[in-house]
C-alpha cells in the first residue's frame, strides 16, 4: 500500500489560515469517511486531533478542522499560533482493512 | 487517565527477532472495546501503520510486515505485544504503541515511543 500524499511543508504567519491535502485513491480516502490527522511536535509522540475526517476529540481546539472531497482529505488550521508549528499527518483506513499514513507535512509559522 | 508504555530491548543484531510490550495503565483493555495499534518512524521520516489487534485477539497486519509480525494479548497483565522476525537495519525506527475505543483511528492514547536499533 502507498503511502497518502501530502506537501512537505505549508507555512503561514501568525492568525492566518493554512490548509494540508492528503491525497488518496478510491481504495482508501476516497472509499471512507475514516480520515484522521495527528500532529507531532519534534521527539514526541503523535497528537491526535482529527477522527472521521471531521471530528475532533475532546479537547482539541476548534481551530482544527477536517474535510474530504473524492480521494483528497484536508485539514485546515484557523488563526495560526506559534504552538501549531509541528509535523502533521493524516491516517484512512483502506479496503484491504488495513491502515496507512501520508507522507506528512512540517508547518511552519513565519 | 490511560498511559501507554513500551518496553523492550532498544538494540537487535540483525536477522534476530524484535519483542516490544505495551502496558496499557488507567484503563483495562479486555473489558472494553480497545484497539491497539503499533506504528513505527525511522529516524527524521514518516510514520508507517504496523497493524493492530482487537481486545478480542483479532489482528490487521500491513501486507508489507504481514509475514514477518506477530501481536499478542496478554490479559492477566493489560500488555499487549510485537514480534518482528528476521529484523535488517531498515527496521530501526522509534516505535509506538497507541490504544482507543473510537473505531477505524489509531486514536487518543500513544506510548512515548521507543527506539530500536539494528545493528551489530
Known amino acids: 500500500q502507498s503511502a497518502l500524499t501530502q506537501p512537505a511543508s505549508v507555512a503561514g504567519s501568525p492568525g492566518q489560515s493554512i490548509a494540508i491535502s492528503c491525497t488518496g485513491t478510491?481504495?482508501?480516502?476516497?472509499?471512507?469517511?475514516?480520515v484522521s490527522w495527528y500532529k507531532q511536535h519534534p521527539g514526541k509522540a503523535p497528537e491526535f486531533i482529527i477522527y472521521d475526517v471531521d471530528k475532533r476529540p475532546s479537547g482539541v481546539s476548534d481551530r482544527f478542522s477536517g474535510s474530504k472531497s473524492g480521494n483528497t482529505a484536508s485539514l485546515t488550521i484557523s488563526g495560526l499560533q506559534d504552538e501549531d508549528e509541528a509535523d502533521y499527518y493524516c491516517s484512512s483506513y483502506t479496503s484491504s482493512r488495513t491502515y496507512v499514513f501520508g507522507t506528512g507535512t512540517k508547518v511552519t509559522v513565519l | 487517565q490511560v498511559q501507554l508504555q513500551e518496553s523492550g530491548p532498544g538494540l537487535v543484531k540483525p536477522s534476530g527477532t524484535l519483542s516490544l510490550t505495551c502496558t496499557v495503565s488507567?484503563?483495562?483493555?479486555?473489558?472494553?472495546?480497545?484497539?491497539s495499534t503499533w506504528v513505527r518512524q525511522p529516524p527524521g521520516k514518516g510514520l508507517e501503520w504496523i497493524g493492530e489487534?482487537?481486545?478480542?485477539?483479532?489482528?490487521n497486519y500491513n501486507p508489507s510486515l504481514k509475514s514477518r509480525v506477530t501481536f499478542s494479548i496478554d490479559t492477566s497483565k493489560n500488555q499487549f505485544s510485537l514480534r518482528l522476525d528476521s529484523v535488517t537495519a531498515a527496521d530501526t525506527a522509534i516505535y509506538y504503541c497507541?490504544?482507543?475505543?473510537?473505531?477505524?483511528?489509531?486514536?487518543?492514547?500513544w506510548g512515548q515511543g521507543i527506539l530500536l536499533t539494528v545493528s551489530s
Open positions: 488507567g484503563a483495562s483493555i479486555i473489558n472494553d472495546v480497545w484497539w
Open positions: 478510491s481504495g482508501d480516502v476516497g472509499a471512507y469517511n475514516f
Open positions: 497507541a490504544s482507543t475505543i473510537i473505531p477505524y483511528t489509531q486514536g487518543e492514547h
Open positions: 489487534i482487537f481486545h478480542a485477539g483479532t489482528t
